[in-house]
Structure formats: structure tokens, C-alpha cells
């Protein structure tokens, strides 16, 4: 997330990379996805790993109402309905 901020996007898309080969074997948490995707302003792609950590009860959800790392989201439909969907109150 930090690289891709930093305007560092073929290192951030190679971490990215990275998490996909580990969470072959091992779980990682979909709100990470979700976050570097985030940051690349991949907009679509963050929201369906968004999705997938709503589908797997994923922990980091907690702080999808309040963290400022998901602002790039906030207008954008999609996040007020996954807000309801995770049982978060508007």
C-alpha cells in the first residue's frame, strides 16, 4: 500500500503478486488484496477482494468503517452496501 502511494506501482504490483503466490499455501487475508488495490486506484479489483474478506469474516474488516486508507472508496455505492452486508451500522 505504502509503494503504491509513493507512486512505486511495479514493486507494489510485484508484492501484490507475491501475496497471491503465498495464499496458494497459506491464508492471506483478503482485506490486504484489497488494500494494495486500493492504493493502485484498482478500484473494481479492491472491492471484489473486499467482497471475498466480507465472505470469510476476515478480522481487518473492523476497520472498514473508520480507517482512512478506504476513503478512496467511501463515494463509490458498492462500499455503503458492503458496510450493510458486514453489519455495520450507517
Known sequence: ???????RRAEAQQILTTMKQISQSRFVPPCSFALVCTALRDYD???KWLERACGVRDIFLVFLPCAG???PLRSDKRFD???RRCGFAQ
Open 45 to 47: 479489483t479492491a472491492f
Open 69 to 71: 486508507w478506504w476513503d
Open 81 to 83: 452496501r458492503l458496510l
Open 1 to 7: 500500500m505504502v509503494l503504491a502511494r509513493a507512486g
